[in-house]
Nanobody, 113 residues
């Protein structure tokens, strides 16, 4: 199982970013996927979970209405569209395959003016 996140960076408050997670080594379309984040000094937090077919099963309360999780099973890729970003969204964002407890290396998102 290999997961490679990309798309992080520095963005001003109110801005947007789109994270991607390229998956390989397993049948991506068959598995539920999740996004997590970890801010400095804090525990890793579940951000969103999406079913194999693309239905959303969970959004963290703090991101509801601002973040959208989606997937393209033809491209073996998971996405996280993040809008109206706030300073408190600053964290390393990870994609995860719950079934395998597999993690990517993470991508840094920094929201700052």
């Amino acid at each position: 199982v290999r997961l490679v996140e990309s798309g992080g960076g520095l963005v001003q408050p109110g801005g947007s970013l789109r994270l991607s997670c390229a998956a390989s080594g397993f049948t991506f379309s068959s598995y539920r996927m999740s996004w997590y984040r970890q801010a400095p000094g804090k525990e890793r937090e579940l951000v969103a979970t999406i079913t194999s077919a693309g239905g959303i099963t969970h959004y963290a309360e703090s991101v509801k209405g601002r973040f959208t999780c989606s997937r393209d099973n033809a491209k073996n890729t998971l996405y996280l569209q993040m809008n109206s970003l706030k300073a408190e969204d600053t964290a390393v964002y990870y994609c995860n395959v719950p079934t395998f407890n597999a993690w990517g290396q993470g991508t840094q998102v920094t929201v700052s003016s």
